[in-house]
């Protein structure tokens, strides 16, 4: 299967638009789907992903690259890939882990509480460093 077939199967699997996993995977949705047809509409010639978007969309689907390329056309040559130290937290992973099987719906009011979240958290510290200020 063609890598941009990969791409779309695990799209469509995990039930999302364009959109929703350009967002999820920090790409846009037009090079999503670019990878998915596999050829660029303006020039008409095939396109591949780097090792990084590989690496990107990999690790958002919680696989890794070889897991991700397999069973694809896509080989890599020349390239040794070694395992990487985790940049979050256990703790971390886990919210990852409870809102990546959450719904759409679900993830959307997990982001709006986050939004708010921070936004207090920001509004809150405004205020301490505004008090300190007065009482020295």
Not at 32 to 57: A, F, H, N, S
């Amino acid at each position: 299967m063609k890598i941009g077939q990969k791409i779309n199967l695990i799209r469509i699997r995990r039930h999302m638009t364009l959109r929703e996993f350009g967002t999820m995977v920090d790409l846009s949705h037009a090079y999503i789907r670019k990878l998915e047809i596999g050829i660029d509409p303006v020039t008409k010639k095939e396109i591949y992903p780097t090792i990084e978007v590989i690496q990107k969309i990999a690790r958002c689907c919680d696989m890794t690259i070889a897991e991700f390329l397999q069973d694809t056309d896509f080989q890599i040559q020349g390239l040794v890939i070694q395992p990487t130290k985790p940049t979050i937290t256990p703790q971390e992973q886990e919210l990852l882990s409870y809102f990546r099987s959450c719904d759409i719906g679900e993830q959307g009011k997990i982001l709006g509480y986050a939004e708010f979240a921070a936004k207090s958290n920001k509004y809150n510290d405004n205020v301490d460093k505004g008090v300190e200020k007065n009482v020295r």
